[in-house]
C-alpha cells in the first residue's frame, strides 16, 4: 500500500504527467458539458449521440469501413497537428498566433491557383504554399518588431483581409473555381493531378482510402524537427529566451526583432503546410464563406491541450479531430454537428484554468510533505 | 437626392453606434486591465438571446413593452456570458487571449445549435441558422423622414446619449478613477483600499452589457440574421477602435466614424455611380475598413499608451 502511495507521489512531481493529467481533466470535462448540452436538445437520443461522437469510425460494424474511416480521421488529423504546432512556435516566443487563419487562407489561394491553374508538381506547390503563407505571418510579425502594433489584433485583421482576398480571387477566376458547386476545383479530381500528395501505397492499409499518403509521414517529421529545434538548437534556445522575456534576451544580445521574424515565419510556414495537407489529398476545396476557417482557432485547443508540447499535440489534436468527425455523424439525428464545436470551444476555455489546476496538485503535494514531516516529528517524540 | 443622402446617413449611423457602443465595453473592459477580446462573443450571445426572444415573444404584447423585453434579455444574456471571462481571467488568473477567443467559438456554436433546436427546422441545409423577427423590425426602425427607404433605429439615439455619460463616468466619478487605477497599476490601488479583483469584475460586466446592446442594434437593423457568422466581425473591429481610440471615450467615437465609413462603403457602392463604374471586386471594399485599420494601428501603436497592467493577472503575492 505505502509503495503505491511512493509512485503516486513520485508520478504527481513529474511536470509532463501533471501535464496530461490537467489535459485529460480539461478534455473529460468538456466532454460532460458537450453530453449535457445534447441532453438539453434531445433527451431520448443524446446516451446514443454521445456514444456515436465518441465511437466516431468505431460504429460502423463492417471492417473495411472502419479501416477507412479510420484513415479518414488521420488524414484530417495531420493539418491540425500542423496548425497547432504554429500556434505553439509562436506561443514560444511569447506571441499569440490568432493570425493562422489568414495564412492558411492564403496558403489555399496559391495551392488553388498553382495546383489547379498551373498544374504545377506537388512538391513545388506545397512549398510555394508555405513560403506564402509565411510572408503573410511575417507582416504581423514586422508590425509587431517594427511598430509595436499588438499581434492578436493585428492577426484577426489579416485574418479577414485573406477571407476577402480569396473569395475575391478565387470566385473570379473561372478556371479554378467550380460556380455550380460555388467552390474552388477538388485538387485530383477533374485537374491538378499533379499536385495531389502521393499515397505511397499507405492508402491500402486504411481499405484503398485515397486520402492517406506520405502526409501523414511528412507530419511525424515535422513534428520532429520542431521538437528538435526547441530541445537542441541555438535558434530555438534563442526563441525562447525572446519568449520569456523579450527585453532580457535582447540585452544578452538574442535580437528580439529577427527573433520574432523567425518565429512568425516559422508559424506562418506551418499554417500554410496545413492548408497544404488538408487540400493536396484531394479532400477539400475553398468554398465561398464569410468567416475566417475555423481551424486555425481549433489549433489553439489542440496546441493548449497538448500541454503546448510538439509530441503531446499529436494526441490533442487526434483526439479533436476524432470528436469533430463523430460530430459530423450525429447530424443525421437532428443534431447539428456545430456540438463538436462547442465541446472544443469549452476545452479551450478550460485550458485556460490548468495554471490552477497544477496550483491545486502543488498544494496537495506541499500537504503531504507537511504531513510526512508532522509523521516523523511525532515519532520522535514517542521515542 | 436628400433620399439617398439620408439612407447613406443612417447605414452610417448606425455602424457608428455599433462600433461605438461595443468599443466603449471594450474600453471598460481594458481599461480595468483585462483584454477585451471576447467582444465578438459577447455581441453574438447578446444578440442570440435577444434574437430568441423576438422569435417567441407572442404578438399580443403591445410594442413598448416587447421592446424593453428584448433590451433586457440582450442585457442579461450578453452580460451573464462575460461573467465566463470574468470568472476565468480574474479568479482563476486564465490566459485572456485563450479564454477570450474560447468564447468567441462558442457563443457562435452555442447559437447555431440551439437556433436550430429552437425553430425546429431540420431541413435546413447544415451551418444555416437565420432567424426572422420583421414585427421588431418594424418595432426599432423608425420612418422619421416619410422616405420608403431611410429608417432610424431608436437605439443608435440611446447609444449617442450613452458617449457622454461613459465619458462622465471615466473621467468624473468615483468608480471610474478606481477602473484606471486598477488598470494602471493594480498593485497600488490594492494598497489604497481599492478591492483590484471586485473593480475589474465590474468592468468585464459592463463591457458585456455594452457588447449585448452592440449585438442587439446590428441584428435589428435588418429583418433576419444569419447566426453562423457571429457578428461578422463588429466585436473584433471594436477593439481595433478602442486601441485607435486611445481607450478615450471620444476618441472612439471618431474612431469609429472612420471604419464605419469604409463599412458602409462596402454596402452602398453598388449604387454610387462612380464607384460601381470603376469595375472593382465588392470584396475589396469589404476589406476595406480592415485595411484601413491595420495601417491606423500602424501609426497609432509605436507610443504605447494603453493601460499599463493589460492582460495581467493581478496577483496579491507579487506586490
Not at chain 1, 480539461?26 to 446514443?48: E, M, P, V
Not at chain 1, 483581409?161 to 479530381?189: P, Q
Not at chain 2, 473621467?171 to 481599492?194: Q, W
Not at chain 2, 491606423?296 to 509605436?302: G, N
Amino acid at each position: 500500500m505505502n509503495k503505491i502511495k511512493v509512485f503516486f507521489s513520485s508520478l504527481l512531481k513529474n511536470e509532463s504527467f501533471k501535464t496530461v493529467i490537467t489535459s485529460l481533466w480539461c478534455a473529460l470535462l468538456g466532454l460532460i458539458a458537450g453530453f449535457i448540452i445534447l441532453l438539453f436538445i434531445n433527451i431520448k437520443d443524446a446516451t446514443f449521440a454521445m456514444t456515436t461522437v465518441l465511437g466516431n469510425f468505431m460504429i460502423f460494424s463492417n471492417g473495411a469501413d472502419r479501416l477507412n474511416y479510420f484513415g479518414q480521421t488521420l488524414a484530417k488529423t495531420a493539418p491540425l497537428i500542423a496548425m497547432s504546432l504554429s500556434i505553439l512556435v509562436c506561443y514560444k516566443t511569447g506571441l499569440f498566433n490568432l493570425g493562422a487563419s489568414g495564412q492558411y487562407t492564403i496558403a489555399i489561394i496559391v495551392i488553388t491557383f498553382l495546383g489547379i491553374g498551373a498544374d504545377m508538381p506537388w512538391w513545388l506547390v506545397m512549398i510555394a504554399a508555405m513560403v506564402a503563407a509565411a510572408l503573410w505571418a511575417m507582416i504581423s510579425g514586422a508590425l509587431k518588431a517594427y511598430f509595436n502594433v499588438n499581434e492578436v489584433i493585428s492577426g484577426i485583421m489579416l485574418n479577414w483581409i485573406a477571407l476577402y482576398l480569396a473569395n475575391g480571387l478565387l470566385t473570379t477566376n473561372l478556371s479554378v473555381w467550380d460556380a455550380a458547386h460555388s467552390e474552388a476545383y477538388i485538387i485530383g479530381r477533374e485537374s491538378g493531378m499533379n499536385a495531389l500528395i502521393p499515397s505511397i501505397g499507405l492508402d491500402k492499409l486504411f481499405a484503398g482510402n485515397a486520402v492517406v499518403g506520405l502526409g501523414l509521414v511528412l507530419i511525424l517529421v515535422v513534428v520532429l524537427v520542431i521538437y528538435i529545434l526547441f530541445k537542441k538548437t541555438t535558434i530555438g534556445y534563442e526563441l525562447n529566451a525572446t519568449g520569456l522575456n523579450g527585453d532580457a534576451a535582447d540585452y544578452a544580445g538574442m535580437n528580439k526583432i529577427k527573433n520574432i521574424l523567425i518565429s512568425t515565419a516559422i508559424s506562418g510556414a506551418l499554417a500554410g503546410f496545413a492548408a497544404c495537407l488538408n487540400l493536396q489529398n484531394g479532400f477539400t476545396s475553398w468554398n465561398l464563406t464569410s468567416t475566417p476557417p475555423e481551424i486555425g482557432f481549433i489549433g489553439i485547443s489542440a496546441a493548449f491541450l497538448g500541454g503546448l508540447h510538439p509530441i503531446g499535440v499529436i494526441f490533442s489534436s487526434y483526439f479533436i479531430v476524432h470528436v469533430t468527425e463523430g460530430g459530423s455523424m450525429i447530424t443525421d439525428f437532428g443534431f447539428s454537428p456545430q456540438i463538436a464545436s462547442i465541446v472544443t470551444a469549452i476545452i479551450i476555455y478550460l485550458s485556460g484554468f490548468v495554471f490552477f489546476i497544477k496550483q491545486v496538485i502543488h498544494k496537495y503535494e506541499l500537504k503531504e510533505e507537511f504531513n510526512k514531516i508532522s509523521r516523523t516529528k511525532k515519532r520522535r517524540r514517542k521515542v | 437626392m436628400i433620399e439617398i443622402i439620408l439612407s447613406v446617413f443612417s447605414f452610417l449611423l448606425a455602424y457608428v453606434c455599433v462600433l461605438t457602443v461595443t468599443a466603449l465595453g471594450g474600453m471598460f473592459s481594458e481599461k480595468s486591465g483585462t483584454i477585451a477580446l471576447s467582444l465578438e462573443g459577447c455581441m453574438t450571445f447578446g444578440a442570440f438571446s435577444a434574437g430568441v426572444m423576438m422569435h417567441i415573444l407572442p404578438a399580443n404584447i403591445p410594442d413598448p413593452l416587447s421592446a424593453i423585453i428584448v433590451i433586457v434579455v440582450a442585457l442579461v444574456g450578453a452580460g451573464l456570458y462575460s461573467l465566463l471571462l470574468a470568472v476565468a481571467c480574474i479568479t482563476f488568473k486564465a490566459n485572456q487571449t485563450l479564454v477570450g477567443t474560447a468564447l468567441n467559438i462558442l457563443s457562435t456554436a452555442l447559437a447555431v445549435v440551439l437556433i436550430k433546436q429552437i425553430t425546429q427546422t431540420p431541413e435546413l441545409p447544415v451551418g444555416n441558422s437565420r432567424l426572422n423577427f420583421m414585427r421588431f423590425y418594424e418595432i426599432f426602425n423608425l420612418d422619421f423622414f416619410g422616405f420608403e427607404s431611410v429608417k432610424f433605429n431608436w437605439l443608435i439615439f440611446i447609444i449617442i446619449a450613452l458617449v457622454p455619460i461613459v465619458y462622465f463616468i471615466i473621467y468624473k466619478t468615483r468608480y471610474g478613477l478606481r477602473l484606471s487605477s486598477c488598470g494602471e497599476n493594480p498593485s497600488s490601488a490594492d494598497s489604497v483600499g481599492i478591492n483590484v479583483n471586485k473593480t475589474r469584475y465590474a468592468g468585464i460586466v459592463l463591457s458585456g452589457l455594452f457588447a449585448g446592446l452592440g449585438g442587439l442594434l446590428l441584428i435589428t437593423l435588418g429583418a433576419e440574421w444569419e447566426f453562423a457568422n457571429g457578428a461578422g466581425g463588429f466585436g473584433f473591429l471594436a477593439l481595433a477602435v478602442v486601441i485607435f481610440g486611445q481607450w478615450k471615450p471620444l476618441y472612439i467615437f471618431l474612431g469609429a466614424f472612420i471604419f464605419s465609413g469604409f463599412k458602409t462603403l462596402s454596402v452602398i457602392y453598388p449604387s454610387i455611380d462612380f464607384l460601381s463604374n470603376l469595375g472593382i471586386s465588392s470584396y475589396f471594399y469589404l476589406m476595406l475598413p480592415y485595411v484601413v485599420c491595420l495601417i491606423v494601428l500602424m501609426f497609432t501603436s509605436r507610443k504605447n499608451v494603453g493601460p499599463k497592467a493589460l492582460g495581467v493577472p493581478y496577483d496579491k503575492s507579487k506586490r
